[in-house]
């Protein structure tokens, strides 16, 4: 046998892969294209172009974060002084009238994010782990109090606006039209998430997944690990950056709240409850956590409560996500066995739904005598209407949790069993997760 062995390339995947991956690009170019025509409304565009940002912002928050292992609590710094410099862009180049589109624009957000992320990422991604967590909080609340006192450049409380309409048209485009903004920002959103999925194909994201689980090994083969951070650093400050541009762009306004603790929160929500385990999931968490701030702030005045409850459940009894449940399922479904399961969903759903609404109806009456106090107690949330000064208000949230909680435990056990029992079957087959 010869000592030495030959490395051998990988096949080439066959021509129907082919066609299937550059299909999904298609058919997602077209959903885009499409999805005014069916919703129309100057909402749904509003919320369509909110999606659109949170989807690049969290996947760039992903490369760190699931790439890479690095757990960022100040990732809005790089997202808000893209911002700001895109306003200060757009009012130069519409003071100068300069034949620059606004569709280029966002490229200004984007080096600003890569010049910051340059200039801060060497020595923060010197560590790992809860040191490199501690400066990147360090670092965010250095910009973000800066904000306020630097106030020529960031414009103080009131923050920085400009008018987009005053840039040069570009084909008689003066996105002033929200419909004109969408698809800027659905043409800047498809552009960044197939440069992000091509980044993961290349070495580097594939040292940045080495890194992310064994950086030891790393430097024993040759690489330093610090460097792959680094640079992993930079193209998420870069494509943060894009995505506060376009936002500033969105708004016509950029302020303090860009650079906040609270924006660095949301997109570790987003990118965490969709899961970091797959491309994919930062996508899924963008688009659920959106929708779901937007609807939950017409429901209850304490919607962000009700956020944070959720992230826990996520975070204790789904750290893979949204997308880790969903993929959970893919060898039941290629074994036939999902079948099995279904049914016992439905079962441990109703005790389930119980024990939220009367977790509902406890935390909107406490709120209720901890804030209002004076105030009518007949309140409505969530579509309910009822009496937050009635004792039978207070028993029937008891009630419900107490015996919610008692049948929805017995249920999930029953739904524990079966899932095994599907999974075994589906395994049996040759489908395995």
Not at 295 to 300: P, R, V
Not at 305 to 312: A, E, K, P, T, V
Request: aromatic share 14%; net charge positive; hydrophobic share 50%.
């Amino acid at each position: 046998m010869s000592e030495f062995t030959q490395s051998v390339a990988p096949p080439h995947p066959p021509l129907s892969e082919k066609l299937k991956f550059y299909g999904l690009w298609v058919a997602t170019a077209v959903v885009l294209i499409v999805l005014p025509k069916i919703f129309s409304s100057g909402g749904a565009l509003t919320t369509f172009s909110l999606i659109g940002i949170s989807i690049i912002f969290s996947l760039s928050y992903n490369i760190l974060l699931g790439q890479t292992g690095m757990l960022s609590f100040g990732h809005a710094v790089y997202y808000g002084l893209g911002g700001f410099l895109v306003i200060h862009a757009i009012n130069i180049l519409a003071a100068n009238k300069l034949p620059i589109p606004l569709p280029l624009v966002p490229l200004v957000g984007g080096l600003t994010g890569l010049f910051f992320a340059v200039l801060l990422g060497w020595v923060s991604t010197q560590r790992s782990g809860t040191a490199f967590a501690m400066i990147s909080l360090g670092v965010a609340e250095l910009i973000a109090s800066s904000a306020l006192i630097l106030r020529t450049f960031f414009g103080g409380e009131a923050g920085i606006s400009a008018n987009r309409t005053k840039v040069f048209r570009l084909f008689d485009w003066s996105f002033g039209p929200q419909i004109q903004v969408y698809y800027l920002i659905a043409a800047w959103t498809l552009i960044c998430v197939s440069a992000m999925y091509a980044l993961t194909r290349t070495p580097l994201g594939r040292m940045c997944n080495a890194v992310r689980d064994n950086p030891e090994r790393v430097q024993f083969v040759g690489y330093d690990p610090h460097v792959v951070r680094y640079l992993a650093f930079c193209f998420a400050g870069f494509f943060a950056g894009i995505a506060g541009g376009l936002a500033a762009i969105n708004f016509e306004i950029a302020n303090s709240a860009y650079l906040g603790a609270l924006q660095s929160g949301t997109v570790l929500f987003s990118t965490y409850i969709g899961g970091i385990s797959y491309f994919i999931g930062p996508i899924v968490g963008a688009i659920f956590v959106t929708v779901l701030s937007l609807s939950l702030s017409d429901l209850t005045p304490v919607w962000q409560l009700y956020f944070g409850l959720f992230f826990i459940a996520v975070v204790t009894f789904a750290p893979g996500g949204i997308t880790g449940l969903l993929m959970m399922h893919r060898p039941l479904i290629r074994g036939g066995t999902l079948g099995k399961v279904l049914p016992y969903y439905l079962i441990s759903l109703i005790p389930t739904l119980a024990m939220v609404t009367g977790l509902v109806l406890a935390i909107e009456t406490v709120v209720h005598f901890t804030v209002n106090p004076g105030e009518d107690p007949n309140i409505k949330a969530f579509g309910m209407s009822f009496n937050a000064a009635s004792p039978i208000t207070w028993m029937l949230a008891a009630f419900l949790i107490i015996a919610g909680y008692i049948a929805a435990r017995r249920t999930w056990t029953w739904l524990a069993q079966a899932w095994d029992e599907a999974l075994t079957a589906a395994r049996d087959k040759g489908y395995h997760a």
